[in-house]
């Protein structure tokens, strides 16, 4: 009985470490990909923000990452 204790343990162990390996290498694709640049509307809609908040006298904020709410 703790033979297949001991098999069903090394293939939990096998399929973890086979998702754990496609998981890093599909990170590592991810990685590796170029992001795609905003499109013209979302980057003139945030020079228009930057502007406004300049004229009206406020400090302007540099964006950290992407805020849009759709894609």
């Known amino acids: 009985m703790n033979v297949l204790n001991y ?3 090394e293939q939990i162990a ?4 086979a998702e ?3 998981m890093a290498t599909q990170a590592r694709l991810m990685g590796s990909t170029r992001p ?3 499109p013209l509307r979302v ?3 945030l ?3 930057r502007v406004g908040r300049s004229l009206a006298g406020q400090v302007v904020k540099s964006a950290t990452g992407p805020r849009r709410a759709t894609v």
């Open 7 to 9: 098999y069903l343990a």
């Open 14 to 17: 096998k399929d973890r470490l």
């Open 20 to 22: 754990a390996r496609a």
């Open 36 to 38: 795609t640049p905003d």
């Open 43 to 45: 980057a003139l809609g």
């Open 47 to 49: 020079a228009l923000i």
